[in-house]
């Protein structure tokens, strides 16, 4: 499809948020919504790899390491189409301002990472729309690394590509995993005109940023609600994100525990 | 997919619910094991990983096109890389209980882009043989009712809102089902078998065509 909402005439805008895993970019979308919110503006927010039905079968996957680069491919692909189908294309042509944590761009690397061939992939998402807006949270491998540590104390399996077999440091691995993913981010930016952030700075420094884009490229006046109820607050915040993902995919090290015993 | 490599051989039977294709298949994997051939069975919606969760969204008729579509080929990839392409390595005989051409056949009823269907299912390898049981709608409203004395939702397709009344909504998708298979032959060249013969003379048929492939006669 190559176009994005605004030029299919939707009167909504799509703002994706992408980056390496540690790059703060959850962070930024979640100030970024709170923001918008606090203006009395019509905001939905999304997460990659969240519809309810498909995260059952996506977490069982990666439990039991089930999954392949193709079904690991597929299975996200499915995520993305129930959310899109559902959510983000009626929201957006109500004229929602969308905000996505995670865009097709995050299939495009990952899946092409992992070895899937990359036009394969792209043509599993034709059907979606291009965000109106897309930030990309550029930050060193060791700050991403140091960034996911703080949060939590280990690692996760599939982050660190350790599927990979590309070393059996969980470390290291992350390195060169996240660090063919960061290539892989870098050659689409031109093609998909991503708007990049210095993710090394500050978050209040990274956030004025992101505010004024947004200011500067979307008419937020124009997504005001008049009349109706006040839109519901969302339920999602970032901590329960965060506590939920601790939950359901236990860290390579827990892996390693249980596989010994 | 590179072929060459598989010594296996993979053996498609499709046709709507009703149309013989499991018995077809007992009598295929009959025939072939007493002949000293290891056999293994695939089908839709018979994955480790994701069968509970399809099965689940189809009680609830909750999934959008797309969504429904991915999740079966979901399904069908991880029976392809953890089934069909090791038991083939290993020189298996595949009996698959309907294959891609289903898939793809439910979308295209459904008005989904033809070319997205040809990418996504890229994965596929090609079957040595694909056969198509074929029985006209009438003849399998009569099977089912014989079976079960109920029409299923989806066979009947009434996602599609082609009737509110069920029989008739059914007669209307199984023809429609039956014009993309036909036309889904002329591109993947399978072989159409009139269902509606005996069960012994369809599996005669069948066991001759499959003899065929054995020996190398088969030109795919």
């Known amino acids: 499809m190559l176009k994005t909402f605004a030029e299919l005439n939707f009167p909504g805008r799509l703002i994706a948020v992408e980056g390496l895993d540690g790059s703060g970019k959850s962070t930024q979308i979640y100030l970024l919504k709170r923001w918008l919110e606090n203006q009395g503006l019509k905001v939905y927010f999304s997460e990659w790899n969240s519809s309810e039905l498909v995260k059952a079968a996506t977490s069982k996957g990666k439990k039991r390491e089930l ?47 992992r070895g899937c061939p990359p036009e394969w992939v792209r043509g599993i998402y034709k059907y979606a729309a291009l965000p109106d807006l897309t930030f990309f949270f550029k930050a060193d491998l060791e700050v991403s690394l140091n960034r996911i540590l703080d949060g939590r104390p280990q690692l996760k399996y599939f982050e660190a590509g350790m599927d ?6 969980p470390y290291e691995s992350f390195r060169i995993f996240q660090g063919r993913i960061l290539e892989l981010y870098l050659a689409m930016s031109r093609e998909f005109s991503f708007q990049v952030i210095d993710a090394n700075q500050g978050v ?25 109820a006040h839109p519901m607050p969302m339920r999602n915040n970032l901590k329960t994100k965060w506590r939920r993902e601790i939950i359901e995919e236990p860290s390579y090290e827990d892996r390693e525990a249980e596989q010994h015993h | 997919m590179d072929g ?45 990983l994701v069968s509970a969760e399809l099965e689940r969204a189809q009680e609830g008729n909750i999934l959008s096109r797309s969504t429904l579509s991915l999740f079966y080929a979901t399904d069908f990839a991880d029976q ?12 298996f005989m595949v009996l698959a209980d309907r294959y891609i051409y289903t898939l793809m056949a439910r ?30 709608p009438e003849e399998l409203v009569q099977r089912t009712f014989a079976k ?73």
């Not at chain 1, 193709?70 to 959510?87: K, N, Q």
């Not at chain 2, 009823?109 to 029985?135: C, H, Q, S």
């Open chain 1, 67 to 113: 999954l392949t680069p193709t079904t690991f491919s597929l299975i996200h692909a499915t995520d993305f189409a129930d959310r899109y189908e559902r959510h983000l294309l009626p929201l957006v042509r109500a004229g929602y301002l969308v905000l996505c944590d995670r865009y097709i761009f995050t299939a495009f690397a990952r899946d092409t990472v």
């Open chain 1, 164 to 169: 990979l077999r590309l070393s059996t440091d």
């Open chain 1, 204 to 228: 209040e420094a990274q956030q004025a940023l992101v505010r004024q884009i947004v200011t500067s490229r979307i008419d937020l006046e124009s997504f005001k609600y008049n009349g109706g």
């Open chain 2, 4 to 48: 060459a490599r598989l010594r296996g051989k993979l053996i498609v039977v499709e046709g709507a619910d009703g149309s013989g294709r499991s018995t077809q298949i007992v009598r295929l994997v009959d025939w072939l094991e007493a002949n000293g051939h290891a056999t293994v069975q695939v089908g839709l919606k018979r994955s480790t």
């Open chain 2, 80 to 91: 392809l890389e953890n089934i069909i392409l090791p038991a083939m390595k290993a020189g």
């Open chain 2, 107 to 136: 979308d295209l009823v459904r008005g989904m882009d033809e070319a997205w269907l040809k990418n996504l299912y890229g994965i596929a390898p090609v079957p040595d043989t694909v056969f198509y049981l074929e029985v006209a």
């Open chain 2, 148 to 220: 079960n004395a109920a029409l299923d939702y989806w066979e009947s397709g009434m996602d599609l809102g082609l009737s509110r009344d069920m029989f008739d909504s059914f007669l209307e998708y199984q023809g429609r089902m039956a014009t993309q298979f036909r036309r889904l032959q002329k591109i993947y060249g399978f072989t159409i078998v009139d269902g509606h013969r005996s069960v012994e003379e369809i599996s005669q048929e069948l066991t001759e065509k499959v003899e065929a492939v054995l020996i190398g006669k088969n030109s795919h």
